[in-house]
């Protein structure tokens, strides 16, 4: 049993599967505590779910990665729909994987700058809530491709035009 977990670990599409709900699932958590917090008025509470919300935005980059690294075992098992939703989906992640590295990159100062200018507290947090919800948008539209790749019963929809030889 051990012998099988540690070869999947070793596996990229393994470890993107097991890591890609937390860029969405992990950053929807996040954001509904970073508005209680708000609406509490808790300090703590608005800097836990910023660490919360950084390090689902962080966690978009290994799953990016794992996700390129898996694209031609993918490709390879995939029928034709599949492949056409799996380079929407990679084209999708190569697009929108900068809302959340801005994403993180916005938080992390949301829960730091306020420490020597009290001022920037709200406008950080709330440009922080609105690129939490942009980012939620970008891996849902992300998402949607991607669970159409070898799940069949989700696919109501044709495969999105792909051009020859792109990826």
Known sequence: MIDAILRDLQQPEYLHVLINPLPVYGLAI????????????????????LVLIFACAASAWPVAQYGE????????????????????????????????????????????????????????????LILAIASLCAGFYIAHAGGKIRHREFRNTPPPKTEAGSG
């Open 30 to 49: 996040a954001l509904f505590g970073l508005i209680a917090a708000m609406y509490l008025g808790t300090r703590s509470g608005q800097v836990t779910a």
């Open 69 to 128: 690294a898996a694209e031609d075992r993918v490709l390879a098992m995939a029928d034709n729909d599949g492949q056409a939703w799996l380079k929407a989906h990679a084209h999708r992640a190569d697009d929108l994987i900068y809302v959340f590295y801005a994403l993180a990159l916005i938080s992390a100062a949301a829960i730091f700058a306020p420490k020597k200018w009290p001022k920037t507290t709200r406008p950080l947090t709330v440009t922080t």
